[in-house]
């Protein structure tokens, strides 16, 4: 099949979350399998790719054409079409986004020629909606939603004269969402098959609490939407090769672990069982919860390791609770790999108290390098985690409820037993891709 991916992140190119990390590794594993792969992202100003042909396509009512930077890798064509507002350093800019992401939709969708268009959230949104209107050459559109908190919502006047949509698209069946324009309700509507990240979101989404307000476009497109879960690329997040980190180990040999640990230790200055938090820094990961269970989490032996940025007031909270609990609790600000591994690989448990997770990566990786997570069991986490197996899930994310969990991973007889059995999870793509050829092929096979 010739598939067409379309997103604003992937690795190695650009990466604020883990939208990056599925975008730069499932089209790998359906080009291995022989499928006509392309992946289409705006040309940020940091991608270095020589121009190769130019792209033509209508916006705001002109014909506008821009260079299109080409690289292959890994059996994938990826196309980089250069258009106005990318050529500076940041990958999203607020309010400006609207405007960037509909140009570059209108030049990706002109790029394409393919069975199936696969997009990825609101970014890419505004595609199934263009096909709909036979303005793109494909057979069918699939829409993934890796977090339905960002929707790209704008003033509906100036949505119509820049896509040249109707005003027909402006009723509350299609695009629009309380008198304005909803462009990733746009996409749900008219995508052939939507997909979330996980089994459990996709139902979670239904309900008003985890919909940001689409529950009820979730309930009416109910019947094609789907959960499919995530996986890691276990190359790269591999403990046994890994040269990120102070000593290699696997379940079979697990010495290394308790070097990395003795290390990290003593990196960050840390007393007692470190627990690791390697996360963006935004409500939704529920790092206030972390530091609200803080004196639990002391009094239970054990120490926090967290790496992160985002939200300033979380970070500054996050840099007082280091100041004030010395060797109790560390906090690196910033975006960075190689700790991000050390902490994987060197705590003995990892937090995640995330108020929703649409899927989840870092307690999949957690569990490779034998780092049981402590987890709020919602989405992707209660899908991936084995209660009191691989690791430890707790209902609402409150500070009771997280400090009653951590209490069991400080009381739990057995976290030998633990880690051997969340290394030996499979969280290879092999599952996913697996779907995600089936819903390609029933598309195109009914289309
Ligand atoms: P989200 O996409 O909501 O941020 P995920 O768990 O899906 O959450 O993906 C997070 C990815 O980003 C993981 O690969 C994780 O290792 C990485 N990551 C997050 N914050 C940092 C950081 N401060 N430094 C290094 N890597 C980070």
Known sequence: ?????????AVPFV???????????LPRVLAARGHDVTVILPGYAAIDA?????????????????????????????????????????????????ERFLRFSAAAAALVDADVVHVHDWHAALIPVLAAMGRVRCAATVLTLHNVAHQGQMDADWFLAQTGLPASLLTIDALEFYGKVNVLKGGIVFADAVTTVSPTYAGEIRTPAFGEGLDGVFRHHA???SGILNGIDIDYWNPATDPLIPARFSAADIDGKLHCCEALRGELGLDGRVLGCVSRLVEQKGIDVVLDSLPDIIAAGCSV???????????????NAARQHRGRVSFSRGYDEALAHRIYAGAEAFLLPSRFEPCGLTQMISQRYGTPPIAHAVGGLRDTIRDAETGFLFEGANPGALAGAIRRFAAHRDIAAMRHAAM????????????????????TASG
Not at 1 to 9: C, D, H, K, L, S
Not at 15 to 25: F, I, R, S
Not at 87 to 98: A, F, K, L, M, V
């Open 223 to 225: 019947g094609k939407i």
């Open 1 to 9: 099949m010739r598939i067409v991916w379309i997103a604003a992140e």
């Open 50 to 98: 020589p121009t190769t042909r130019t792209v033509r396509f209508q916006h705001a009512g002109a014909s506008h054409q821009a260079p299109v930077g080409e690289l292959h890798d890994a059996g994938i064509r990826f196309l980089f079409p250069r258009v106005a507002g990318f050529e500076g350093p940041q990958i999203y800019s607020g309010w400006q986004d609207g």
């Open 424 to 443: 030996t999870e499979d969280f290879s793509w092999t599952a996913s891709a697996d779907r995600y050829e089936e819903l390609y092929r029933n598309l």
């Open 305 to 319: 390791a967290i790496l992160g940025a985002g939200d300033p007031i979380l970070e500054s909270r996050c840099e």
């Open 15 to 25: 990466k604020v979350g883990g939208l990056a990390d599925v975008v730069g590794t």
